[in-house]
């Protein structure tokens, strides 16, 4: 492989890392199950402990 090919191919996969670094995220955050599970617990306490203002 010569130089400027070898130039050229770092050049655009550099490229090609910020350009993926600077588009939207298409997926959300992980979320463990057990942390799933937490907010699902306190969403379903939530409504029961407070009372009606």
Known sequence: M???KKLQQLF???AKK???KL???SKDRYIS???REKLAAEAAQEP???PEA
């Open 2 to 4: 010569n130089r400027q």
């Open 12 to 14: 655009k996969a550099k």
């Open 18 to 20: 910020a350009s993926a």
């Open 23 to 25: 588009a939207p995220k």
């Open 33 to 35: 199950k057990a942390d």
């Open 48 to 50: 029961s402990l407070s």
